[in-house]
């Protein structure tokens, strides 16, 4: 990946295919370091790094604008495919709006499934606007891991040097500062990064039409000698316990899930990215991976169910059965010897349906809950003619751990239960 490193050049590029994201970088700075200083809450005693329990609404002034800068970056790239400069603004501040509102929407929720949800969506988003820029889908997602792998490897380093040098002279000048102004220092030299340092490096990397289509073989490289032998272990491991499963002819335990998502999402991404041209391992990883990932898909899919049947769907386990639903699409692909744009699409229908319209991972959850709840008290004739519950001492133990399960979920909810809800008066 050929990377400008003249600040003049990276600088005018910048401000001129980016001035409007330019800009809210600047504001979202003031904003946090505001923040910070002027409304800094209690410290935490055990981190001198910036944290939600110590700097909440600086942190969600942090990840708010990285979500939304991504979403105008997405935005600009999009004018770019359109050929229509006079949108350029537009979109750009559209995709910051965007970007932002849907994270506020889903830290709602929980701020790790915020963070989390927006920058899945602002990838899934940048890659869909490199593909409309006329590029490959492989080309586009190796691009953007790419331009984000610099930038964020650059950031890491500016922000650990900013971190020693404030310790440095706290340490040697004002070793009497109170422990208060040492984290709002910490998190003024996290804001500069991840606000000003970061959306910097990220723009000026990002390829545009003069560019030319590289290869990218630095990042291609890493992947095929350091992320493909992590995965091939964890897959060994994968496989091992999935022997042991058969040997001893006992179900998986519910451990086993994540683990294959890991394994699943990774091959995915090394699928995507890598050609089997960068050496042996990653040319009989193209050429037989697929094969040994399918024990493992099939051991997810009985864990899976087997939770699903004894505990219910819950937002979790829905934002896992949708990851797992699109990490499949590179599986068939795999199959098929074909790459296209479907694995973006989908990934952006999913994550629109599962976060913003009435079928979302939350709705859902409640419902299957509900539906569980009540279909197990019926079944144990703890229901009477007027829906009352009435007391059951000689109900089956499956009902019993049904409702249980169904009502700590449903009760861990309750601040958001419907008043029209079935369980509205259950549970309250």
């Known amino acids: 990946m050929a990377v400008n490193i003249s600040f003049k050049a990276m600088t005018a590029k910048t401000k001129s295919r980016f001035p409007t994201s330019m800009l809210f970088c600047f504001l979202t700075f003031a904003a946090a370091l505001a923040a910070i200083w002027i409304v800094h809450e209690q410290p935490v005693d055990w981190s001198s790094f910036p944290r939600r329990e110590s700097d909440p609404i600086a942190m969600a002034i942090f990840e708010a604008a990285l979500s939304g800068l991504c979403f105008s970056v997405a935005g600009t790239l999009l004018a770019e495919a359109l050929h229509r400069d006079r949108l350029r603004s537009g979109l750009s501040a559209t995709g910051f709006v965007v970007g932002a509102g849907l994270y506020c929407l889903c ?3 929980s701020p790790n499934l915020g963070i989390c949800t927006c920058l899945a969506a602002s990838a899934v988003l940048l890659c869909c606007a490199m593909i409309a820029r006329g590029e490959r889908p492989r080309e586009s997602l190796g691009q953007a ?10 950031s890491a380093l500016i922000m650990l040097i900013l971190y020693l040098l404030i310790s440095a002279v706290t340490a040697l000048f004002a070793a009497g500062i109170r422990w208060e102004v040492t984290n709002q220092l910490n998190s003024t030299a996290f804001a500069i990064t991840a606000l000003l340092i970061a959306p910097f490096l990220l723009f000026s990397f990002l390829p545009d039409e003069c560019t030319p289509k590289e290869r990218y073989a630095g990042l291609r490289k890493v ?11 964890l897959l060994a491991v994968l496989l091992g316990y999935i022997v042991t499963i058969v040997v001893k002819w006992e179900l998986p335990v519910g451990w086993t899930n994540p683990y294959a998502m890991l394994a699943l999402g990774t091959f995915a991404g090394l699928h995507l990215l890598l050609t089997g041209e960068e050496n042996k391992l990653s040319r009989f990883f193209v050429r037989f991976g697929v094969w040994a990932l399918l024990p ?15 505990y219910g769907l819950t937002m979790a386990r829905i934002l ?3 990851f797992t639903a699109v990490c499949l699409i590179p ?5 098929l010897r074909r790459y296209g ?12 349906v599962l976060v913003a319209t009435p079928l979302n991972a939350r709705t859902m959850a409640r419902w299957n809950q509900e539906s569980r709840l009540f279909s197990a008290l019926a079944h144990a004739d703890m229901l009477d003619g007027t829906g009352r519950i009435l007391p059951n001492e000689n109900a089956a133990q499956r009902d019993r751990v049904i409702i249980w399960s169904a009502a700590q979920y449903l009760d861990g909810d ?14 309250r």
Do not use: M, N
């Open 145 to 154: 891991f790419g331009c984000v792998f610099i930038c964020a490897s650059v």
């Open 320 to 322: 896992g059965l949708a």
């Open 296 to 310: 493992v898909i099939v051991v997810q899919a009985i864990a899976v169910y087997i939770r699903i049947d004894a």
């Open 331 to 335: 599986v068939l692909s795999a199959f």
């Open 107 to 109: 830290s709602g929720f």
């Open 414 to 427: 309750r601040t958001d239960l419907p008043e029209d809800s079935r369980s509205a008066d259950f549970i």
């Open 223 to 233: 992947l095929a000698y350091v992320i493909l032998p992590a995965y091939l272990l």
């Open 341 to 352: 744009r479907i694995f973006f699409i989908v990934s952006a229908v999913l994550l629109f």
